[in-house]
T-cell receptor, first 116, second 113 residues
Framework: GEDVEQSLFLSVREGDSSVINCTYT??????LYWYKQEPGAGLQLLTY?????DMKQDQRLTVLLNKKDKHLSLRIADTQTGDSAIYFC????????????????FGKGTKLSVKP | DAEITQSPRHKITETGRQVTLACHQT?????MFWYRQDLGHGLRLIHY???????NKGEVSDGYSVSRSNTEDLPLTLESAASSQTSVYFC????????????FGNGTRLTVT
Protein backbone atom coordinates (compact mmCIF):
# COMPACT_ATOMS: atom_id res chain seq x y z
CA GLY A 1 0.00 0.00 0.00
CA GLU A 2 0.87 3.64 -0.11
CA ASP A 3 3.32 4.97 2.45
CA VAL A 4 5.17 8.18 3.21
CA GLU A 5 8.40 8.01 5.16
CA GLN A 6 10.33 10.79 6.84
CA SER A 7 12.86 11.00 9.61
CA LEU A 8 11.39 11.90 13.00
CA PHE A 9 13.84 14.51 14.26
CA LEU A 10 16.14 17.23 12.93
CA SER A 11 18.16 19.70 14.95
CA VAL A 12 19.88 22.75 13.45
CA ARG A 13 21.43 25.99 14.64
CA GLU A 14 19.75 29.32 14.01
CA GLY A 15 20.89 30.77 10.69
CA ASP A 16 21.77 27.40 9.18
CA SER A 17 19.76 25.70 6.42
CA SER A 18 17.42 22.86 7.30
CA VAL A 19 16.67 20.02 4.91
CA ILE A 20 13.78 17.71 5.65
CA ASN A 21 13.53 14.62 3.48
CA CYS A 22 10.60 12.42 2.54
CA THR A 23 10.04 9.36 0.39
CA TYR A 24 6.67 8.32 -0.97
CA THR A 25 5.34 5.31 -2.82
CA UNK A 26 2.34 6.35 -4.93
CA UNK A 27 3.72 7.17 -8.37
CA UNK A 28 0.30 8.47 -9.43
CA UNK A 29 0.36 11.32 -6.91
CA UNK A 30 -0.35 14.57 -8.72
CA UNK A 31 0.55 16.89 -5.88
CA LEU A 32 2.95 16.56 -2.99
CA TYR A 33 2.67 18.78 0.04
CA TRP A 34 4.49 20.11 3.04
CA TYR A 35 2.47 21.01 6.12
CA LYS A 36 3.70 22.65 9.33
CA GLN A 37 2.28 22.01 12.79
CA GLU A 38 3.08 24.31 15.68
CA PRO A 39 2.43 23.17 19.27
CA GLY A 40 -1.25 22.99 20.17
CA ALA A 41 -2.40 23.83 16.67
CA GLY A 42 -3.61 22.12 13.55
CA LEU A 43 -1.58 21.64 10.41
CA GLN A 44 -1.01 24.52 8.05
CA LEU A 45 -0.11 24.14 4.39
CA LEU A 46 3.41 25.47 3.79
CA THR A 47 3.83 24.71 0.14
CA TYR A 48 3.06 22.13 -2.49
CA UNK A 49 4.58 20.98 -5.76
CA UNK A 50 2.92 19.63 -8.86
CA UNK A 51 4.34 16.31 -9.98
CA UNK A 52 5.61 17.62 -13.32
CA UNK A 53 7.93 20.08 -11.56
CA ASP A 54 11.42 19.40 -10.21
CA MET A 55 11.74 22.42 -7.99
CA LYS A 56 9.65 25.14 -6.44
CA GLN A 57 10.97 28.11 -4.52
CA ASP A 58 8.96 30.33 -2.23
CA GLN A 59 10.99 32.88 -0.25
CA ARG A 60 13.06 30.85 2.26
CA LEU A 61 11.50 27.56 1.20
CA THR A 62 12.78 25.34 -1.60
CA VAL A 63 11.04 22.11 -2.54
CA LEU A 64 12.88 19.53 -4.63
CA LEU A 65 11.11 16.59 -6.24
CA ASN A 66 12.85 13.54 -7.69
CA LYS A 67 10.07 11.53 -9.27
CA LYS A 68 12.34 8.70 -10.34
CA ASP A 69 13.41 8.06 -6.76
CA LYS A 70 10.07 9.21 -5.27
CA HIS A 71 11.96 11.61 -3.05
CA LEU A 72 10.76 14.99 -1.85
CA SER A 73 12.72 17.48 0.21
CA LEU A 74 12.03 20.79 1.91
CA ARG A 75 14.89 23.19 2.43
CA ILE A 76 14.46 26.12 4.81
CA ALA A 77 17.14 28.76 4.36
CA ASP A 78 18.33 30.89 7.29
CA THR A 79 16.37 28.81 9.79
CA GLN A 80 14.90 30.79 12.67
CA THR A 81 13.71 29.71 16.12
CA GLY A 82 10.17 30.42 14.91
CA ASP A 83 10.59 27.60 12.39
CA SER A 84 10.66 25.07 15.22
CA ALA A 85 7.67 22.82 14.56
CA ILE A 86 6.69 19.45 13.15
CA TYR A 87 6.79 19.23 9.35
CA PHE A 88 4.63 16.73 7.52
CA CYS A 89 5.12 15.46 4.01
CA UNK A 90 1.94 14.26 2.27
CA UNK A 91 0.83 12.79 -1.03
CA UNK A 92 -2.54 12.30 -2.70
CA UNK A 93 -4.05 8.89 -2.12
CA UNK A 94 -5.43 8.61 -5.61
CA UNK A 95 -5.60 4.84 -5.70
CA UNK A 96 -8.15 4.61 -2.91
CA UNK A 97 -9.82 7.99 -2.83
CA UNK A 98 -9.27 9.80 -6.11
CA UNK A 99 -9.54 13.53 -6.57
CA UNK A 100 -9.77 15.62 -3.46
CA UNK A 101 -6.65 16.86 -1.78
CA UNK A 102 -8.14 15.97 1.56
CA UNK A 103 -7.53 12.30 0.97
CA UNK A 104 -3.87 12.59 1.72
CA UNK A 105 -1.40 10.14 3.12
CA PHE A 106 0.75 11.90 5.68
CA GLY A 107 4.18 10.95 6.88
CA LYS A 108 4.71 10.71 10.63
CA GLY A 109 6.23 14.16 10.74
CA THR A 110 9.73 15.53 11.32
CA LYS A 111 10.22 17.55 14.48
CA LEU A 112 12.56 20.44 13.69
CA SER A 113 14.39 21.96 16.65
CA VAL A 114 16.25 25.20 16.09
CA LYS A 115 18.93 26.08 18.63
CA PRO A 116 19.87 29.73 19.15
CA ASP B 1 -12.51 35.84 8.36
CA ALA B 2 -13.48 32.29 7.46
CA GLU B 3 -12.37 29.66 9.91
CA ILE B 4 -12.80 26.09 11.09
CA THR B 5 -13.50 25.52 14.75
CA GLN B 6 -13.55 22.39 16.83
CA SER B 7 -15.17 21.86 20.21
CA PRO B 8 -14.44 20.97 22.85
CA ARG B 9 -10.65 21.51 22.91
CA HIS B 10 -10.28 18.90 25.63
CA LYS B 11 -12.56 16.06 26.67
CA ILE B 12 -12.25 13.30 29.23
CA THR B 13 -14.78 10.50 29.07
CA GLU B 14 -15.26 6.99 30.37
CA THR B 15 -15.06 3.75 28.44
CA GLY B 16 -18.38 2.83 26.86
CA ARG B 17 -19.83 6.35 26.72
CA GLN B 18 -20.98 7.98 23.50
CA VAL B 19 -19.03 11.10 22.64
CA THR B 20 -19.56 13.65 19.88
CA LEU B 21 -16.87 16.04 18.70
CA ALA B 22 -18.03 19.11 16.84
CA CYS B 23 -16.51 20.67 13.74
CA HIS B 24 -17.83 23.86 12.14
CA GLN B 25 -16.39 25.65 9.13
CA THR B 26 -17.32 28.97 7.59
CA UNK B 27 -15.26 28.52 4.40
CA UNK B 28 -18.30 27.12 2.56
CA UNK B 29 -16.14 24.14 1.57
CA UNK B 30 -17.78 21.03 0.19
CA UNK B 31 -15.06 18.70 1.50
CA MET B 32 -14.65 17.94 5.19
CA PHE B 33 -12.45 15.40 6.94
CA TRP B 34 -11.68 13.93 10.32
CA TYR B 35 -8.17 12.75 11.21
CA ARG B 36 -6.66 11.38 14.37
CA GLN B 37 -3.08 12.07 15.33
CA ASP B 38 -1.15 9.60 17.43
CA LEU B 39 2.50 9.38 18.35
CA GLY B 40 4.23 7.03 15.94
CA HIS B 41 1.35 7.06 13.46
CA GLY B 42 1.15 10.60 12.16
CA LEU B 43 -2.30 11.55 10.87
CA ARG B 44 -4.82 8.91 9.84
CA LEU B 45 -8.08 9.55 8.04
CA ILE B 46 -11.21 8.49 9.93
CA HIS B 47 -14.12 9.71 7.80
CA TYR B 48 -14.68 12.26 5.08
CA UNK B 49 -17.49 13.97 3.22
CA UNK B 50 -17.66 15.56 -0.20
CA UNK B 51 -20.95 17.32 0.41
CA UNK B 52 -24.28 17.34 2.22
CA UNK B 53 -25.58 13.81 2.85
CA UNK B 54 -22.30 12.32 1.63
CA UNK B 55 -20.09 10.39 4.07
CA ASN B 56 -17.27 7.94 3.45
CA LYS B 57 -15.03 5.71 5.52
CA GLY B 58 -11.36 6.39 5.82
CA GLU B 59 -8.45 4.29 6.92
CA VAL B 60 -9.47 3.92 10.60
CA SER B 61 -13.26 4.27 10.65
CA ASP B 62 -14.20 1.42 13.02
CA GLY B 63 -15.95 2.75 16.13
CA TYR B 64 -16.65 6.17 14.58
CA SER B 65 -19.50 7.69 12.62
CA VAL B 66 -20.21 11.05 10.98
CA SER B 67 -23.21 12.80 9.51
CA ARG B 68 -23.40 15.75 7.12
CA SER B 69 -26.75 17.51 7.28
CA ASN B 70 -25.43 20.89 6.15
CA THR B 71 -22.33 22.35 4.52
CA GLU B 72 -20.84 23.84 7.68
CA ASP B 73 -20.81 20.93 10.14
CA LEU B 74 -19.35 17.43 10.30
CA PRO B 75 -19.74 16.04 13.83
CA LEU B 76 -17.73 12.94 14.73
CA THR B 77 -19.39 10.42 17.05
CA LEU B 78 -17.69 7.70 19.02
CA GLU B 79 -20.50 5.23 19.59
CA SER B 80 -18.91 3.51 22.60
CA ALA B 81 -15.63 5.09 23.56
CA ALA B 82 -12.61 2.81 24.02
CA SER B 83 -9.20 3.55 25.51
CA SER B 84 -7.67 2.98 22.06
CA GLN B 85 -9.55 6.06 20.92
CA THR B 86 -7.58 8.33 23.22
CA SER B 87 -6.01 10.68 20.69
CA VAL B 88 -5.94 14.18 19.26
CA TYR B 89 -8.64 14.64 16.64
CA PHE B 90 -8.40 17.13 13.80
CA CYS B 91 -11.13 18.30 11.52
CA UNK B 92 -10.22 19.78 8.15
CA UNK B 93 -11.99 21.21 5.13
CA UNK B 94 -11.01 21.99 1.58
CA UNK B 95 -12.32 23.35 -1.64
CA UNK B 96 -12.26 21.33 -4.83
CA UNK B 97 -8.99 20.81 -6.69
CA UNK B 98 -5.63 19.25 -5.88
CA UNK B 99 -3.96 22.57 -5.14
CA UNK B 100 -6.64 23.75 -2.72
CA UNK B 101 -5.18 23.63 0.79
CA UNK B 102 -6.64 21.72 3.67
CA UNK B 103 -7.70 24.07 6.45
CA PHE B 104 -7.33 22.42 9.83
CA GLY B 105 -9.02 23.13 13.12
CA ASN B 106 -6.91 23.36 16.27
CA GLY B 107 -7.83 19.87 17.40
CA THR B 108 -9.68 18.13 20.21
CA ARG B 109 -7.68 16.17 22.74
CA LEU B 110 -9.82 13.21 23.84
CA THR B 111 -8.92 11.01 26.78
CA VAL B 112 -10.90 7.83 27.39
CA THR B 113 -10.42 6.45 30.91
Amino acid sequence: GEDVEQSLFLSVREGDSSVINCTYTDSSSTYLYWYKQEPGAGLQLLTYIFSNMDMKQDQRLTVLLNKKDKHLSLRIADTQTGDSAIYFCAENNWENYGGSQGNLIFGKGTKLSVKP
Amino acid sequence: DAEITQSPRHKITETGRQVTLACHQTWNHNNMFWYRQDLGHGLRLIHYSYGVQDTNKGEVSDGYSVSRSNTEDLPLTLESAASSQTSVYFCASSDLGGNSPLHFGNGTRLTVT
